[in-house]
């Protein structure tokens, strides 16, 4: 363990921690926009400056010394933050009413704690660059007037999905996220997990039909076999998002494009509401009651007649344990192991 | 599943989702993972990123082929000889565990002989791969101190099914990658929760937890539990009971939340198969292929509109939360099927699924020990076969289910359907990343359309240009069974002879061509073979 002081407090942390590491274990907050607990770090933004034994150094980067003495609020660090910040906000999109991201933005808490006045940045608005945003995923939009350069996008591509559909491109000024060969996202190696909107700070990687849920309900994604953890959220009678269970053992919070977005057949208009008797080759609406004494009486009269075996059940891999476990049990009941389910298929 | 039973005592992942990225080699074959199971795809990636040594077999050049360390692009059908060959190369190397092999496994003499032949020169005339490759492959997967095998389908849906399982777990057996973490032999199951339906006994031969329905000892068991008396008859596999449907010998069936007509193969005889019964129940969310077909269809409601559990394919029993209300009428499937039973006249009382389950603990020794209470914590893993026992991640560690480890000496045979002349091809079956099975589900969301809203045949840019064929021309497929119409694409992802399609599309069902016939042992059918002729439309 080392000990080091910051802001006059002491700390004992492991070796190779950060001082970022050793500050948020006291409670004290240090702004960063580039750094993200899941992935590497970048040291990109510059935003997490911190005076360390007299020198300025990257807090999210700089590893912890014996007897260390950090200062995150010396009159040096307090600069660099804050020029950082009102450099980044000079060519950022400043609609912030109609962004996704308005109060839950990472720009705006940390330009709300390095305190910006609207004389400096008056000085050093320029205009907000004229760059289309790319609207090819259905699902996504990216929003380069929003883009902070933060990498956080790039580093999730790489290091979550691994697929690294994304990088930084062009140089200087012009440096902007780009995919191979600078085409439109869907037409990219994306694979539209939609990891990067998860981590992206400002609103420059947003959900394009966003509707925040009123509450969340913890369950597991029903699409392939890994099972991921999942949080619905749910707004009235509607699921309106889904996101991954960080806590989760299974997926650590990450999830795939049709766990993440493919969940509107649930609230699809075309779902069956009511049970059907086809009559006379038509389907009709039944109630319960008619529909369930039918098959119950076929089903009796089928094993009366031509004895249970003439009765098949198949169950469903898309059903509950419970569900299945009922299912062969009343196939059982009625006489038969006539039971199978699509576990070749 | 019947493959790994044989020889380990229990199918199913033996290890753990989240030890593969310490793995220090990597074996997929069949399996399209960054496809079909991509967050566990990630996990592969990130494993190679901190140096794992990825092998891929795959007729197709499948994503993770981009970052693989041997790629071994097999011949539809050809499993064994290439798998046969990697063991050969070990054992000829001396690349075995033999201390794994003393202590934990039987047959190896048997097996050795039968893999004797099995030189990486007569496998490579045999699958296409080439010698060099399937000898640097045996020894990336035998020098790693633990190596994980993934696989699915790509390795069951043949009629040599089971032995390609048998010569995986050879491969594993022999190099001692069985019973410890980053390691094993795991078969990616396809569905949330196709294991947990597995483990309920949604089979015809097994009550839960894989008891024997012909066991008399588990049947006492059983009717004690039920108070009733129960057929200790095998029943029926699905592909069994569509022939016997046609056959007048099952003359009513209940289909609960599955659409065969897309997902089974010989999708025209499914189809007149379910025509000739006397009665059909479907139970689902939409009106299906399968359940306008019905006599009576019964409305079920969603996954968030219940509470259960879904098991996932590393064995996790995990809870699902009920979000929102049924739609309209719908029911969850529990309530319906306890409705029913009652109308048959059996006197079910269940206020719960967590009632049901703990009827399920009681009777399921690998169960006993879950309960909706522990898993408000989170999932257990099972066997997990006590009030206290923590779950089990990694299976087999010390003994096997069986005892020891059994190698089996398993041989070569061809797929039932070869190309020829009149069926040049071969088709290929599997899924893609934006849909989901027969998109029953996923074709309901736009954007995923967007990404895959038809069927695209691939094929590779020399069998087209023999062909005459373009990207975007329309084709007619023809096997012995059927004919589809599909659009095609151009792509060296598949090799010359080979053609892929995807089974999600009802307008080209991939599966009127596949062919029904089954693994004699897994009674698992060959969708992963058939042989086509491909003609411009």
Not at chain 1, 62 to 81: C, Y
Not at chain 1, 228 to 234: A, F, H, S, T
Not at chain 2, 216 to 240: H, M, Q, Y
Request: charged share 25%; hydrophobic share 40%; glycine share 8%.
């Amino acid at each position: 363990m080392v000990t080091l002081y910051v802001d006059d407090l002491a700390v004992s942390v492991e070796k190779g921690s950060t001082i970022l590491d050793a500050a948020r274990k006291l409670g004290i907050y240090i702004p960063t926009l580039c750094y993200h607990p899941d992935l590497t770090t970048f040291g990109g933004c510059r935003v997490c400056m911190v005076e360390a034994n007299g020198k300025l150094v990257t807090a999210c980067r700089a590893p912890v010394e014996e007897g260390m003495v950090v200062r995150t609020d010396s009159s040096a660090a307090r600069q660099v933050q804050r020029t950082v910040v009102e450099l980044t906000l000079s060519n950022h999109n400043g609609d912030c009413l109609t962004c996704v991201k308005d109060s839950r933005c990472k720009l705006q808490e940390v330009a709300n704690y390095v305190g910006i006045t609207p004389e400096r940045m008056a000085m050093l608005r320029s205009a907000v660059p004229e760059v289309e945003v790319d609207e090819s995923n259905p699902f996504f939009k990216l929003d380069r007037t929003r883009c902070i350069l933060c990498g956080i996008c790039v580093r999730t591509c790489q290091e979550i999905n691994g697929v690294a559909a994304i990088d930084f491109g062009f140089r200087g000024h012009k440096t902007t996220v780009v995919t191979i060969g600078n085409k439109g996202l869907a037409e990219s190696r994306c694979e539209s997990c939609g990891e990067c909107l998860e981590r992206c700070p400002t609103g420059a990687l947003a959900r394009k039909d966003y509707e925040q849920p009123s509450r969340e309900v913890k369950s597991v994604c029903p699409y392939c076999g890994v099972g991921c953890g999942i949080y619905l959220g749910v707004r009235g009678d509607r699921v309106v998002s889904v996101r991954g269970d960080k806590d989760s053992p299974v997926n650590s919070g990450q999830l795939c494009v049709k766990g993440r977005f493919g969940y509107h057949f649930i609230n699809h208009p075309d779902r069956l509401t009511a049970p059907l008797i086809k009559r006379d080759g038509v389907f009709v609406e039944a109630s319960w009651d008619e529909a369930l004494d039918l098959v119950a009486a076929r089903f009796l009269e089928t094993a009366k007649h031509y004895g249970p075996d003439a009765l098949a059940g198949i169950s469903s891999a898309r059903c509950t344990t419970e569900e299945n476990y009922l299912f062969q049990k009343l196939l059982r009941f009625l006489g038969t192991n006539n039971i199978d389910h699509c576990a070749r298929l | 599943m019947a493959g790994l039973a044989t020889v380990l005592g229990s199918g199913a992942m033996t290890n753990t989702i989240g030890e593969i990225e310490d793995a220090g080699a990597i074996f997929v074959i069949g399996s399209n993972t960054t496809e079909n199971h991509p967050v566990i795809g990630y996990r592969v990636r990130k494993a190679v990123r901190k140096g794992a040594k990825l092998i891929v077999a795959d007729p197709r050049r499948i994503p993770l082929t981009e970052i693989c360390d041997a790629y071994l692009p097999l011949k539809p059908g050809t499993d064994v000889a290439l798998l046969n060959a990697m063991t050969h190369v070990i054992l000829r190397e001396g690349l075995e565990d033999r201390e794994f092999i003393a202590n934990r496994t039987e047959g190896l003499e048997e097996m050795r002989r039968a893999v004797e032949k099995y030189t990486p020169e007569y496998a490579a005339a045999i699958t296409g791969v080439p010698a060099n490759d399937i000898v640097r492959a045996a020894r990336l997967y035998a020098g790693a101190d633990s190596a994980a095998i993934l696989y699915t389908m790509g390795v069951t849906q043949h009629t040599s099914g089971t032995e390609n399982v048998l010569s995986l777990a050879n491969l594993a057996l022999v190099t001692g990658n069985l019973g410890k973490p980053h390691a094993g032999l795991n078969p990616l199951r396809g569905q949330n929760n196709v294991q947990g339906a597995c483990d309920m006994g949604a089979l015809p031969v097994v009550f839960t937890g894989y008891q024997p329905v012909a066991n008399d000892e588990v049947r006492a068991k059983f009717v004690k539990a039920w108070g009733v008396e129960l057929s200790g008859v095998p029943g029926l596999t699905i592909t069994e009971m569509f022939q016997a449907a046609a056959d007048k010998k099952v003359r009513a069936m209940y289909i609960m939340g599955e659409n065969p007509i897309l997902t089974d193969p010989d999708a025209n005889h499914i189809y007149e198969c379910l025509e000739s019964l006397d009665f059909l129940v479907v139970e689902d969310i939409f009106l299906t292929e399968t359940a306008q077909v019905a006599d009576v269809v019964l409305p079920a409601a969603t996954f968030a509109e219940k509470d259960g559990t879904f098991v996932n394919t590393e064995r996790r029993v995990q809870r699902v939360r009920q979000a929102i209300k049924p739609r309209g009428q719908s029911e969850p499937d529990w309530q319906i099927i306890q409705e029913l039973a009652r109308r048959c006249g059996f006197e079910w009382q269940y206020e719960s699924s967590r009632q049901i389950m703990e009827e399920i603990s009681f009777l399921t020794p690998s169960y006993a020990g879950i309960t909706f209470e522990r898993l408000e914590a989170g999932g257990l893993q099972w066997p997990c076969p006590s009030a206290d026992h923590p779950g089990t991640p990694v299976l087999h560690v010390g003994k096997f289910s069986r005892g020891l480890g059994k190698f089996s000496a398993v041989e070569y045979r061809l797929s039932a359907e070869q190309p020829d002349e009149e069926f040049p091809f071969l088709l290929t079956t599997g899924r893609s990343l934006y849909q989901y099975h027969t998109g029953t589900m996923t074709m309901k969301t736009d954007g995923l359309n967007r990404f895959h809203e038809e069927e695209l045949m691939e094929i590779n840019p020399a069998d087209a240009k023999v062909l005459g064929l373009c990207t975007d021309d329309t084709v007619n497929v023809t096997s012995r069974r059927g004919l589809v119409r599909s659009k095609i694409k151009l792509t060296e992802r598949v090799q010359p002879g080979v053609v892929f399609m995807t089974f999600h599309f009802a307008e080209t069902a991939a599966n009127l061509l596949t062919n029904s016939e089954v693994c004699h042992i897994a009674k698992t059918p060959e969708l992963k073979v058939c042989a086509v002729r491909i003609e411009k439309a």
